[in-house]
């Protein structure tokens, strides 16, 4: 006997599956919070900082951080994003850094 999909059936499957996406980044960015506390605490404040400003640029960041050497800034960037915590959108000047969601 085969199953027809009826618009109400597809609507509620449609609707899980936006149900299930959600769970899926709400999972990921309580995993992220229990993550964070094995970072450094500069580590651990970069990311807080992300997570609090949804969106920064470097210089944002350079200038909330002016102990930190410019360097160790970036350094500190690429180790965030190679480990997932946050991820770098455009590039050159225009780069912006956000949490990761995916």
Known sequence: MKSVLTAKKLKRMEKLL??????????????QRRDVRTLSA?????????????????????RNFRAVPISTLHYDLLQLIKHGYI?????????CYTLRTQ
Do not use: Y
Not at 51 to 60: A, G, L, Q, Y
């Open 87 to 95: 991820q770098k959108m455009g590039s050159t000047r225009g780069v």
């Open 42 to 62: 500069r580590r651990q404040e970069l990311v807080n900082t992300i997570r609090d400003h949804k969106e920064v640029s470097f210089d944002f960041l350079a």
């Open 18 to 31: 936006s149900e299930l996406e959600q769970l899926r980044v709400e999972l990921r960015l309580e995993k």
